[in-house]
DNA sequence: GCGGAAATTTGAATCGATCCAAGAAAAATG
DNA sequence: CATTTTTCTTGGATCGATTCAAATTTCCGC
């Protein structure tokens, strides 16, 4: 079931074709970079000599060093690789690039620096003209590293107050108005937060002087936003309680339970990313509680599973593709400058979202 | 919203360091590849050197010249880049191909061959130790230019006779004969075949010859293990219509509609994907048929997305992700053999088969 | 057959590092 | 202090191509 192929003891190089063709190096090259400017009787002989002794083309690898230019972007990231096919947000993310790099012609290199001894490796060690970083947790580090480079790059999700890195993020603030001010509308008077990172691999529950202080200025403007927008509607913010997860199902699940383990049950609950928001509808649902009828979620990410989900997620959607394209764009068409966007958020009403409950 | 960067005429290399620091660039070399092995104050010296100078490290460019090595993976599609992260198939196929590089630390290029023009450019130029293949349609032209390049590869799927390239596919005819047998257990008699594409673009009904001469044996053989599984029940197969899909919407809806225009109408479907499955249903509920009191279906690929669908979905599973994994590591640990793998498929039996109507 | 223009070809230089045999310096030994 | 070891450092060779100014051919018209 294996056979061995013919052991080349070593590939053949453009070098050897043209010394058995008898041209020069030059010409040899030019044979396969710039066949029109060779005479066609040449061509063909170099051709030949090239099919009948086997040589695979030009090396990347040798062009490379020459040409400086990789044509390809990297997509750096803490998490393990397979992040970016099973995040939804990763995903709709990665398609956005996809777009920007397939009209282009360039490729995409995933790195991952989940592993600590690895990050700096792969990192220094990746063939892309630029990085598109996925700043999750952990995702001052993975700037930091990236930075050494010296090669242009975008943090997405503006996760940084640091004004000299490209970035691109939504208007969080907005959003969270926007999520608040929905719910407020429908009468809810009583609320819950669950909250993104603010810094350090933690969770629990966190005051809002914490949340001001946050290393993630999106997860504080977000709160923000709520709770700015709350205040309008004479909401007590400084009742609402705020936990902290690591945005994955445990630490969620765990927020849930502290959450209504108290007296003051909320009637809505406030989820930074959808990721929550759906795993909140699951563990509400499986305890009994109805949604929207006993408790309103919104959502905020906008990730095409909030809308099959059951029932479908209310959610403060961002134009993740749009964002994924720009960041492509960014380092396809980098001009050497650091650019900041902001883009706008959407308020999705699905069915996730109703009239408090009366009482 | 834009300031310019420092303007750096030329990177710094390696060898300006080493002349600032006025070590040979051997020794330069060392102190970021081997630092260990140089004198601490020297090593002291040019690190700083390089700090105050800005050197970005050294460049990988450079450095893969001199190692031959990439340490990434290639994964090579005819379709746009998108593909890799939408496609159930592909993205769980991803997930396991993730899942071994992250444990060597080996990286993944993703370069599509969607654009005929760029199709040779993008696979000829990309930075990788070895390419693994989607081979869906239009794969022999894929096969051809990464042979090319003469770098270990894979194909997915065994798509193709030639048995001097490395595959990794499932028993197909075992996998036809599993969902045949299913069905016909279920006391169907009547039935029609979605089928993935035999060769060129095309979709229509096809003859159980053009199927035996398809390009792409593994349409062939899940044929075949339908068809003989059926007869052993004594249905004659040469009256089940058989559509020839691109295997996307439009050409299975309209394989659908050509189906139930006839006399005949079946009362099972096998179709040789779990898309075109989850395409069907959808028709078919749209249609106000019952799935499955009217009509059962029997998918094939076992994605996650047919257990949630509704209703969830029988199907032939493929043990994806442990083939994504025996693929990368074929690249990874390549030993100079042609490995051609066959994986078992099992039956999951779903909500979207049941016993033949009556009548 | 000659001069000059146009078309080809040549070969040295370059891209940015790593490797390694040989030489130099420092440390250990007698 | 001379000698042997051990530890560092050096600088040329190499990885595999592309580039470009200069040299050579070929082509033309007369």
Redesign the pocket.
């Known amino acids: 079931m294996a056979s061995t192929i013919e052991g080349q003891a070593?590939?053949?190089?453009?070098?050897?074709i043209?010394k058995a063709a008898?041209?020069?190096?030059?010409?040899?090259?030019?044979v396969?970079?710039?066949p029109e400017?060779?005479?066609?009787?040449?061509?063909e002989r170099v051709k030949a000599v090239a099919e009948a002794m086997g040589?695979?083309?030009?090396?990347p690898?040798?062009?490379?060093?020459?040409?400086?230019k990789v044509n390809a972007i990297g997509v750096g990231t803490t998490e393990p690789l397979s992040y970016f096919f099973e995040d939804p947000f990763a995903r709709v993310m990665m398609a956005g690039i996809s777009e920007a790099c397939d009209a282009t012609g360039a490729g995409i290199a995933l790195v991952s620096a989940a592993n600590q001894e690895k990050l700096a490796w792969n990192i220094q060690s990746a063939l892309v003209d630029g990085f598109i970083l996925f700043c999750i947790e952990g995702g001052s580090r993975l700037v930091d590293l990236t930075r050494e480079r010296r090669l242009p790059f975008v943090a997405l999700e503006l996760g940084f107050h640091d004004e000299t890195i490209s970035a691109i993020g939504v208007d969080n603030i907005a959003g969270g108005r926007l999520a608040a001010r929905h719910l407020a509308e429908l009468g809810h008077r009583c609320f819950a937060v669950l909250s993104l990172p603010l810094g350090e691999d933690r969770s629990g529950f966190v005051t809002p002087e914490m949340v001001r202080s946050a290393v993630y200025t999106g997860t504080r403007d977000r709160l923000a936003g709520y709770f700015e927008e709350l205040s309008r509607f004479g909401v007590d913010t400084t009742k609402i309680p705020i936990f902290e997860t690591e945005n994955e199902e445990k630490s969620t699940k765990a927020g849930l339970e502290a959450i209504f383990a108290g007296d003051e049950r909320p009637t809505a609950i406030l989820a930074m990313s959808d990721r929550m928001a759906m795993i909140a509808i699951e563990w509400l649902t499986a305890r009994g509680l109805k949604v929207p009828q006993d408790v309103s979620i919104v959502g905020f990410d906008g990730v095409p599973d909030g809308a099959l989900c059951d029932p479908p997620l209310t959610t403060i959607a961002q134009p993740i593709t749009e964002i994924g394209r720009r960041a492509a764009h960014m380092i396809l068409d980098f001009d050497g400058t650091v650019r900041r966007e902001t883009m706008g958020v959407e308020l999705i009403v699905r069915a996730s979202t109703g009239p408090a409950p009366k009482g």
């Open positions: 070593r590939p053949i190089r453009l070098a050897d043209a008898g041209v020069s190096h030059g010409t040899a090259s030019n396969f970079s710039r400017i060779v005479r066609a009787e040449v061509r040589y695979a083309g030009p090396d690898k040798g062009r490379l060093l020459r040409a400086g």
